[in-house]
Nanobody, 125 residues
Framework: QVQLVESGGGLVQAGGSLRLSCVAS????????MGWFRQAPGKEREFVAA?????YYSDSVKGRFTISRDNAKNTVFLQMNSLKPEDTAVYYC?????????????????????WGQGTQVTVSS
């Protein structure tokens, strides 16, 4: 079992930055693909970024968001810069135990086994 706890959300003006954190406990973090997803009101949950050995990004955040991880602290981060009002959503951290960290990280929410409770990010115009 893996428990995930997100933090770092909040209210920010357009053009600003936030850094989300997700702390994992319970299983081997270094063998887990870690993903960030978001869900805006009335919309489906969508892929934002994910990490195995490499980072993977949706086109909508590429160049603005950066995913990183600290395996010693069982923590994955999402640095969000140049935020836009359309980035407003609840952001979720997810984990999937994988056989090889050299494999590409999944982009589908259905492939992830564990989820955090979410953290709200609101970007005002």
């Amino acid at each position: 079992q893996v428990q995930l706890v997100e933090s770092g959300g909040g209210l920010v003006q357009a053009g600003g930055s936030l850094r989300l954190s997700c702390v994992a406990s319970g299983r081997t973090f270094s063998s887990a693909a870690m993903g960030w997803f978001r869900q805006a009101p009335g919309k489906e949950r969508e892929f934002v970024a994910a990490s195995t050995v490499y980072g993977y990004y949706s086109d909508s955040v590429k160049g603005r968001f950066t995913i990183s991880r600290d395996n010693a602290k069982n923590t994955v981060f999402l640095q969000m810069n140049s935020l836009k009002p359309e980035d407003t959503a609840v952001y979720y951290c997810a984990a999937k135990l994988v056989g090889s960290m050299w494999a590409a990280a999944p982009r589908s929410a259905r492939e992830y086994d564990y989820w955090g409770q979410g953290t709200q990010v609101t970007v005002s115009s």
